[in-house]
């Protein structure tokens, strides 16, 4: 290609530019390479400055290096004749762990021009390591009653390799008793386990001894054994039985310490301390699960208690061992499979290297300023990270590999335009995370208004809350810089609260609400209010959010009744389940605070509290014991309504219960004095008896009359004459028959018996059968009720008394008075003639007798007199 003299120097900078893009394209490829590990030094690896395309005379010139982050010295370059070559021991294990891909990256760097190159250096596995079983012996207690088929746990071996290399698999020695089981899984270790063949017994066989041999799939074939050595129990024998054999869990590399990972749930059929299990980790548990784990000994809970990092280690195979408390104590093993989940809790981390400073203006476009490599330790989608420029810029970042990106010149530069720039390079993930931060001033302007977090607050706070109490409010944000975001607030006026506005050190406001007064949730239960947030903008702008407060209900009312004092009547005898009367409070709290118990208070008398129950829950007030107004005319009964608060309020009222009387009382008769026997020449008005009569009720119940019954009379008729007393005057009976005699007055309680002089009548037979004297003094007694004269005359005694009468009185008064007529007797046969002729001249006048009222005797008795007006002449009924 020709190019004109007079544009020499404008050729060679074009020159120049053609190259370094040339350079930068041939810099993006990548050499891949293998090497076994435990490769001695100096083994090849390849040619890499052939691969590469470089000269083997440049390398040295050009500055050929080669550069691999934190493998040191593993690899190196012969610059004579630019072959890679092992430099020291490389051990994958070591260097990769289990993970199944392990290589070694190599970053080539030349100059003149720049240019980078990526070499990856995959390392193998060989089987350099046999299987290990993490203790020389494994011991086993297996109780000689464990039936046929019964497995038994055993720990395998861990080969340090992978792949191939890796796969055990296990043999047993003979045995009658015992063979080898081997489960395999995809996604944990082999779990093996002893199956039993053929029944234990102790006395023939107390021991056993087996070797157990590992045999890895590498080429030679590597070998590794245990002695496991079985005793044979006699006692406790049944071991605890896991729930799950495998339990698996899943949490997230950045859970808490004390966070619960699950719970071992184990059982033992046997009884007492045989069956009371113990949980630990195994006895050859690693060392990082017992920095991260730990297991309560009798839940049975594993707790974290170290922090995970996914990026360290990603699962965790936990052996857990179940012992009983037996003697000998009997065993069982589960696994606990923890795989932990990544999360993005690494910020990438971006260097940038072979920054070419300063740049000049007329650097050509698509010139290579600095090379930039991101590396984010995250995994999965957490650790994918692309990278970009702030726009509006005049430059680009282009990828090259992976996360390695190239800073080109993507415009002209014009240094009297822009001498300076700032770049912001933007690393995301899987959300924008800034890593790489150039500070670029930018002018603001007030384009955001003041937002609070919620449009409607809504607050809860209880109504004995003190005047002076403080709660704290969120604020608003404003998505502004400089003055404006600088925020006042400003609360509406209301009658309770007031808006508190406190700056801390790094002068962020602290907003909080104080009460004024105190708050009523009976007279106000809502309040509504508006906090306005305004910035420092020009022009300002606002935000606002409504407080709904609602106020929360304490137990400040006491129960109030709709009386104090409730009046009732009951008639009594009233039948138990009679409502005497339903008490009602109501309170003004809600909830359970305004819930109301009825109750009597507990300086009630038995007596009440035999005859009254207090429905708590209606108020009713019910009879329930026998109601007698003769015991008692008034009942105070003091009643309580309590509500359920916490402490509980109570309120008070009493409830008189007035008794009104009933006629449920018969009169009761008593003879107070009785003089026998009555001599036959007796003068007329001697008293022969007193009888008392009472009766419990009260006003016209309790008011009483009496009169005596005639049994007959002396001859034909036998007459009886009988005088009631009352007070003011008196009035006997002219005919042959009682009547009740009554004044114009209130009856009292005398009642006045007179046998009057009547002609003795015709004796037949033996005369002296008929002189005997009987005497019946049988009383009806009736109650006075409204109008005691009117009802004079229906006075009844009981049947009672009546036989009283007939079985007491009659029998003395009869014996007593026959005596008497005895020594009379022959007396009367002579007088006979003459007591006839009397008697039939009396005869032909009216009776008459002559009362006078005892007024000295108790009102509250009634009292019978029996008078003689004339002599006895013949037989008194």
């Not at 650097?363 to 330790?377: G, L, N």
């Not at 969120?474 to 609360?491: K, M, Q």
């Not at 808006?499 to 790094?506: A, G, Q, S, V």
Request: aromatic residues 6%; glycine residues 6%; contains cysteine.
């Amino acid at each position: 290609m020709l190019f004109p003299r007079q544009g020499g120097k404008g050729a060679q900078r074009l020159l120049l530019f053609v190259l370094l893009l040339a350079a930068w394209k041939t810099g993006s490829g990548q050499v891949h390479y293998s090497v076994l590990e435990e490769a001695k030094h100096g083994t090849f690896v390849g040619r890499i400055a052939q691969d590469l395309g470089l000269e083997l005379a440049e390398l040295v010139p050009r500055l050929f290096r080669a550069v691999s982050k934190g493998h040191g010295d593993l690899l190196e370059v012969n610059l004579q004749n630019g072959i890679l070559f092992v430099n020291s021991r490389i051990d994958r294990e070591e260097l990769c762990g289990l993970n199944l891909e392990c290589s070694i990256h190599l970053e080539v760097i030349v100059d003149r021009p720049l240019q980078v190159f990526h070499v990856e250096v995959e390392v193998k596995d060989i089987n350099d390591n046999p299987p290990v079983f993490r203790g020389k012996e494994q011991r086993l207690f297996i109780p000689e009653s464990r039936l046929v088929d019964s497995h038994f746990p055993i720990e395998g071996a861990a080969d340090a390799d992978i792949g191939a290399n890796a796969l055990l698999t296990y043999t047993l020695s003979p045995s009658d008793y015992f063979s080898l089981d081997v489960q395999a899984s995809h996604e944990l270790s082999k779990s093996l386990s002893l199956e039993l063949r053929k029944s234990l017994d102790r006395e023939e066989t107390p021991e056993l001894r087996l070797l157990l041999t590992a045999t890895d799939g590498g080429k030679p074939e590597l070998q590794g054994t245990v002695q496991l050595l079985i005793t044979v129990l006699d006692v406790n024998d049944n071991a605890p039985l896991f729930a799950q054999a495998v339990y698996r869990v899943h949490l997230l590399e950045t859970t808490a310490n004390g966070t619960l990972v699950t719970t071992i749930n184990a059982s033992d059929a046997d009884e007492g301390v045989n069956g009371e299990i113990v949980f630990s980790f195994g006895s050859d548990v690693p060392l990082n699960i017992q920095k991260n784990f730990k297991i309560d000994s009798s839940s049975g809970e594993i707790r974290l208690i170290g922090r995970l990092d996914y990026e360290e280690t990603k699962s965790y195979e936990i052996h857990v061992k179940a012992v009983d408390k037996g003697s000998p104590p009997m065993s069982n093993h589960c696994k606990v499979l923890v795989k932990v989940l990544d999360v993005n809790d690494n910020a990438p981390q971006l260097a940038v290297t072979s920054l070419s400073l300063p740049v000049r203006e007329d650097t050509p476009i698509s010139t290579v300023i600095a090379f930039v490599s991101v590396s984010d330790r995250d995994s999965g989608v957490n650790g994918q990270v692309t990278c970009s420029l702030m726009p509006h810029t005049p430059f680009k970042l282009v990828s090259t590999f992976k996360n390695y990106y190239s800073l080109v010149l993507d415009s002209a530069l014009d240094r009297e335009s822009v001498s300076h720039y700032t770049l912001v390079v933007t690393v995301i993930v899987d959300r924008p995370l800034q890593v790489f931060h150039v500070e670029v001033e930018v002018k603001d302007i007030n384009d955001n208004q003041p937002v609070f977090p919620m449009a409607v607050k809504k607050l809860f706070i209880y109504e004995s809350r003190l005047p002076g109490s403080r709660i704290p409010l969120e604020g608003a944000s404003d998505a502004d810089i400089g003055v404006n975001s600088l925020l006042t607030y400003s609360l509406n006026s209301n009658d309770y609260f007031t808006l508190d506005i406190k700056r801390n050190d790094k002068d962020i406001k602290s907003l909080g609400l104080v009460l004024k007064k105190l708050l009523n949730r009976e007279e106000t239960p809502e309040h509504h209010l508006i906090i306005t947030a305004v910035d420092g903008g020009k022009p300002e702008l606002t935000g606002t959010t409504q407080l709904k407060i609602t106020i929360l209900d304490v137990n400040d009312n006491a129960p109030e009744f709709e009386r104090t004092v409730y009046k009732v009547s009951l008639f009594e005898n009233a039948p138990n389940g009679t409502i005497a009367v339903i008490v009602n409070a109501s309170d003004l709290d809600e909830g359970v605070n305004k819930d109301i118990v009825y109750s009597f208070t507990t300086d009630m008398s038995s007596d009440t509290l035999s005859k009254f129950h207090l429905d708590p829950v209606s108020g009713s007030i019910i009879v329930k014991g026998n109601i007698d107004f003769e015991e008692t005319k008034l009942y105070e009964i003091q009643v309580e309504a309590t509500d359920k608060g916490n402490p509980p309020m109570a309120g008070h009222c009493t409830v008189l219960v007035e008794i009104l009387d009933t006629n449920d009382n018969v009169p009761e008769l008593v003879i107070k004095s009785l003089s026998l026997p009555v001599l036959e020449d007796a003068p007329l008005g001697t008293v022969i008896a007193l009888v008392s009569v009472s009766d419990h009720d009260s006003g016209v119940n309790g008011q009483v009359a009496c009169s005596l019954t005639p049994q007959g009379a002396c001859g034909p008729a036998k007459p009886a004459l009988v005088c009631s007393s009352a007070v003011g005057s008196w009035s006997c009976s002219q005919q042959r028959r009682q009547r009740v005699c009554s004044g114009e007055g209130a009856p009292k309680a005398d009642l006045m018996a007179f046998s009057p002089s009547l002609p003795p009548g015709p004796i037949e037979g033996n005369r002296e059968d008929h002189l005997d004297l009987d005497v019946d003094l049988s009383a009806k007694v009736s109650k006075v009720f409204e109008n005691p004269l009117k009802n004079v005359g229906n006075f009844i005694l009981p049947s009672v008394y009546h036989h009283l009468g007939n079985n007491l009185f009659e029998s003395i008064l009869f014996i007593l008075l026959r005596i008497v007529f005895q020594k009379k007797k022959r007396e009367r046969e002579l007088t006979w003639g003459r007591d006839k002729e009397r008697e039939k001249q009396n005869s032909k006048q009216a009776p008459h007798c002559q009362c006078e009222p005892n007024m000295g005797l108790e009102p509250t008795n009634y009292e019978i007199m029996t008078v003689l007006k004339s002599r006895v002449g013949c037989s008194i009924h």
